[in-house]
């Protein structure tokens, strides 16, 4: 990162760090197409970049989806739980940024892509980017409509807790993940490698996807590395698979995992992830565990 190279989305202090991240090989989950930026980023903080997606978005385009989306437009406060769901419901429906109700990002990630597409309406997000700190927001104690912008597996906990509170949830569901395969090129550079190993996770169904494609060893390797996770919710979830060396980011966007693992490895007196096992032989132990980076 000599010369002053500026890395969109990542702050001074993680790129000064960029020495730390060298050796490392860090795997990106995200879907299909969503996660070139994110390698371009690791490699000039020199990380070989893994992208192992596990599903692709599949924007919904019928008639109910349609309808829905334009019930969940008109309430008072519209939650978008992605940039995806902003994207999706844009594509959907034309005149979607048309609606004058507060739009909320579940992250900033998703805010700034409502802003991007022109949401005429006021859009707040919470400092604490999941379900929780967007329960949390003030607009949200009280509401009578909410609509909710999602994926039929997206931030379950949010409807409950908003009927709870005597809100009527007008739920509109603009696109759906479905299973990819990421390729046996990707797959075998992970057998191969051969240094401390992280992996990058934003959604508990991805992390699961991905365990059940890997076979046993490549597992393991997996639960052995450090497992960057965007929040104590998924943090919970990966440790209860047995992963050893969880560290939980400030959000669920590309760059504060990166900014999580560069913490980690940069304050470390020593680096805790031994380099993996050759693959005819157990994956070596951890010496210790973190909850946090």
């Known amino acids: 990162m000599g010369g002053g190279t500026t890395l969109p989305g990542m702050?001074?202090?993680?790129?000064?760090?960029?020495?730390?991240?060298?050796?490392?090989?860090?795997?990106?989950?995200?879907?299909?197409?969503?996660?070139?930026?994110?390698?371009?980023?690791?490699?000039?903080?020199?990380?070989?970049?893994?992208?192992?997606?596990?599903?692709?978005?599949?924007?919904a385009d019928t008639p109910a989806a349609r309808a829905d989306l334009q019930r969940a437009l008109a309430a008072e406060c519209v939650v978008f739980t992605s940039p995806a769901a902003v994207r999706c419901a844009q594509r959907l429906?034309?005149?979607?940024?048309?609606?004058?109700?507060?739009?909320?990002?579940?992250?900033?990630?998703?805010?700034a892509a409502l802003r991007h597409a022109a949401w005429r309406g006021e859009v707040q997000c919470p400092t604490r980017a999941d379900s929780e700190g967007v329960l949390g927001l003030a607009v949200l104690r009280?509401?009578?409509?909410?609509?909710?912008?999602?994926?039929?597996?997206?931030?379950?906990?949010i409807a409950p807790a908003l009927v709870a509170r005597g809100?009527?949830?007008?739920?509109?569901?603009?696109?759906?993940?479905?299973?990819?395969?990421?390729?046996?090129?990707?797959?075998?550079?992970?057998?191969?490698?051969?240094?401390?190993?992280?992996?990058?996770?934003?959604?508990?169904?991805?992390?699961?996807?991905?365990?059940?494609?890997?076979g046993p060893v490549a597992q393991q390797r997996l639960l052995d590395g450090?497992?960057?996770?965007s929040s104590e919710r998924l943090a919970d979830h990966v440790r209860a698979a047995g992963a050893r060396q969880v560290l939980v980011a400030s959000g669920p966007a590309t760059t504060q995992l990166i900014e999580a693992l560069c913490?980690?490895?940069?304050?470390?007196?020593?680096?805790?992830?031994?380099?993996?096992?050759?693959?005819?032989?157990?994956?070596?132990?951890i010496r210790s565990s973190s909850r946090t980076p």
């Open 11 to 59: 702050s001074r202090q993680a790129q000064s760090r960029s020495q730390t991240l060298t050796g490392w090989t860090v795997v990106l989950t995200r879907p299909v197409g969503q996660n070139a930026a994110s390698a371009r980023r690791l490699r000039a903080l020199g990380a070989a970049a893994l992208t192992l997606p596990v599903f692709r978005v599949a924007p």
């Open 93 to 111: 429906c034309p005149d979607w940024a048309g609606s004058r109700a507060v739009g909320i990002g579940v992250g900033a990630g998703t805010a």
């Open 142 to 157: 009280q509401p009578r409509r909410v609509g909710l912008v999602t994926a039929p597996d997206g931030r379950e906990a």
């Open 167 to 214: 809100a009527r949830v007008l739920r509109a569901e603009v696109y759906r993940r479905e299973p990819a395969q990421p390729t046996r090129a990707a797959l075998a550079r992970l057998d191969a490698a051969d240094g401390p190993l992280a992996t990058l996770l934003s959604s508990a169904a991805a992390f699961d996807r991905l365990r059940a494609i890997l």
């Open 226 to 229: 450090a497992l960057v996770t």
């Open 263 to 285: 913490r980690f490895v940069a304050e470390a007196a020593s680096c805790s992830i031994q380099p993996a096992a050759p693959r005819s032989a157990p994956a070596g132990p």
